[in-house]
C-alpha cells in the first residue's frame, strides 16, 4: 500500500516568487487535507477536498493560496507573491470517506522557506 | 471554536519505565474523536491511538493506552516500557463527528510534546 506522497520535499524560493507543492493521496482515499506546521507547533489546518470538491477552507488561507484537486486524484497547493511568513512545512494527508475515527495518514511534507 | 491544550513542551523518560503526556481540550460538542500523534524527527507523523467521545472504555494499543475523561476534558497518554524509538514529538488532535455542516474532516491539533527516552 504506497503511502502518501508530496513532491518537493523542500522548497526555497525569495520572497515574491510564486511556488507549487503537490500531494498523491493514498488511492482509495477520497478525502485529502492540507495542514501547515511551523517549527516546534502542531499542524494548523489549512482546506480539505472531498473528491474533487473544496468543502472548508480556514481563514489561514489567504487570497494568495490557493489549492485544486482536478478530477479527485492528486492536489496541488499554490502559494503567489510568497512572504517571509509563508515559510513553514506544508503537510499533506488522506482519508477515507466514511463514518467513525478514520485515520488520517499524512505525507512526509514539503518544507518551504522564503528567503 | 475547538481548542486543544498540551501543557508539557518537553517530557522525558528512562528506557523501559512508564511515561504520561497530557492534553486537555475545549468544546462544546457532546461527540467528538481525540488522536495522539507521533512525528518523529524529519519524518511523518503517524496515528498512535484514537479515542471516541461515546466509548466510555479507554483506548489501548500494545504499550500506548489513554486516560479519558470526558467531564473534565482530559485525554493523556500513558506510554509503558518506553522505548528508544518512542522518542518524537507527541500531537493530540481532535475531529468533529461526521454529522454534517462543516469542519467534520479537519484536525485540530495540540503545541505537542517532545519525548526524550534516555538509555
Known amino acids: 500500500d504506497t503511502g502518501v506522497s508530496q513532491d518537493p520535499r523542500h522548497k526555497i524560493t525569495k520572497r515574491g516568487q510564486n511556488v507549487t507543492f503537490r500531494c498523491d493521496p493514498i488511492?482509495?482515499?477520497?478525502?485529502l487535507y492540507w495542514y501547515r506546521q511551523t517549527l516546534g507547533q502542531g499542524p494548523e489546518f489549512l482546506t480539505y477536498f472531498q473528491n474533487e470538491a473544496q468543502l472548508e477552507k480556514s481563514r489561514l488561507l489567504s487570497d494568495r493560496f490557493s489549492a485544486e484537486r482536478p478530477k479527485g486524484s492528486f492536489s496541488t497547493l499554490e502559494i503567489q507573491r510568497t512572504e517571509q511568513g509563508d515559510s513553514a512545512m506544508y503537510l499533506c494527508?488522506?482519508?477515507?470517506?466514511?463514518?467513525?475515527?478514520?485515520?488520517?495518514?499524512f505525507g512526509p511534507g514539503t518544507r518551504l522557506t522564503v528567503t | 471554536a475547538q481548542t486543544v491544550t498540551q501543557s508539557q513542551p518537553e517530557m522525558s523518560v528512562q528506557e523501559a519505565e512508564t511515561v504520561t503526556l497530557s492534553c486537555t481540550y475545549d468544546?462544546?460538542?457532546?461527540?467528538?474523536?481525540l488522536f495522539w500523534y507521533k512525528q518523529p524527527p524529519s519524518r511523518q507523523m503517524i496515528l498512535v491511538i484514537r479515542q471516541e467521545a461515546y466509548k466510555q472504555q479507554n483506548a489501548t494499543e500494545n504499550r500506548f493506552s489513554v486516560n479519558f475523561q470526558k467531564a473534565a476534558k482530559s485525554f493523556s497518554l500513558k506510554i509503558s516500557d518506553s522505548q528508544l524509538g518512542d522518542a518524537a514529538m507527541y500531537f493530540c488532535a481532535y475531529r468533529k463527528p461526521n454529522a454534517g455542516g462543516t469542519s467534520y474532516g479537519k484536525l485540530t491539533f495540540g503545541q505537542g510534546t517532545i519525548l526524550t527516552v534516555h538509555p
Open positions: 468544546t462544546s460538542e457532546s461527540d467528538y474523536y
Open positions: 488511492s482509495e482515499h477520497n478525502r
Open positions: 494527508a488522506s482519508s477515507r470517506r466514511g463514518y467513525g475515527a478514520y485515520e488520517q495518514y
